[in-house]
């Protein structure tokens, strides 16, 4: 039995839909159990309460770890270092406490840092000077697994880039986001140059690659799940041309991106609404 939690997000679900197609029995941990994927057993609750993850672990002798908390913005910023840290630790704790014999772990490119070497990847280390609280917790994360995690339990850590492809327009689906933005008019432009390189990663590859670590994956070893590397500029262009809709993409400085970002999360702070941008964002 395979217990899979971030079910209902972005890549967690493609992962859902292809435990399914292939046939395997799975579970599922959601906090919303109507909002669970067919064709699996559901439990409720989250990565931080100890009775659901006790219950979700019966039977169970394989783990994929997508569950995060991915926003540009939330009103308790600990809730980043909760869910994606301590969420983290207490689900990798409870599966060795069960017996299970392997967690795959989806960490994320970001947890690396950035690079100007296109060819970095594994074991890279995050210099510091963390640009957003997720950036910080999925590097933290990392730490604790590099650190703690590999010696002491069975665990793979899978590093995506950044990933794209069909799906729910969750905010982790930031290259959807961008899509429809751009096909609809209301993009607002880049920041910079446009120079910036990105790693892409197709979501059915990532989702893949997981299972292929479910089965084949060594405890104690982390993977880049890389792509292309392309710059944004490149992408709007192949975007351009792949969809017929030619649009001008404007460039922003860095600077503007930083004031508006600050306005935003001024308005956020005093009414909830979440921001567009943040400072750390940008």
């Known amino acids: 039995m395979v217990l899979l939690t971030g079910a209902t997000g972005y890549l967690g679900s493609q992962i859902a839909r292809e435990l399914a197609h292939r046939g395997a029995p799975f579970r599922v941990l959601v906090r919303d159990p109507a909002r669970a ?20 672990l ?27 840290v301590d969420g983290l630790k207490a689900l990798v704790v409870a ?9 795959v772990y989806t960490s994320s490119f970001i947890a690396l840092g950035p690079s100007a070497d296109a060819n970095a990847g594994e074991g890279l280390r995050h210099p510091g000077g963390f640009s957003n609280e997720y950036e910080e917790s999925k590097a933290r994360a990392l ?17 995506p880039g950044v ?34 390189r990105w790693s892409f990663s197709f ?10 670590a479910l089965e084949r994956g060594s405890p104690g070893q982390e993977y880049v799940l890389g792509g292309d590397n392309r710059s944004l500029n490149e992408f709007f262009r192949l975007l351009g041309e792949l969809s017929g809709v030619r649009r001008p993409v404007r460039h922003l400085p860095f600077a503007a991106g930083k004031i508006v970002g600050a306005l935003e999360l001024a308005c956020a702070e005093l009414f909830g609404r979440a921001p567009q941008l943040t400072p750390g964002v940008v």
């Open 37 to 56: 994927p067919a064709k699996c057993e559901v439990v409720a609750g989250d990565l931080l309460d100890a009775e659901a993850l006790r219950k979700a």
């Open 95 to 103: 599966a060795a406490e069960a017996g299970v014999r392997r967690v």
């Open 58 to 84: 019966v039977g169970v002798d394989r783990v994929i770890h997508t569950a995060a908390l991915v926003k540009v913005w939330v009103r308790d910023r600990r809730e980043f270092h909760r869910v994606n």
């Open 203 to 212: 979501n059915a590859d990532v989702a893949a690659a997981h299972l292929a």
């Open 143 to 159: 730490e604790w697994v590099r650190a703690e995690g590999f010696g002491n339990f069975p665990v793979v850590a899978l590093l």
């Open 163 to 196: 990933i794209y492809g069909p799906g729910p327009r969750t905010e982790g689906n930031l290259v959807g986001g961008m899509i429809e933005q751009y096909l609809a008019g209301k993009f607002p432009g880049l920041l910079g140059s446009g120079h910036q």
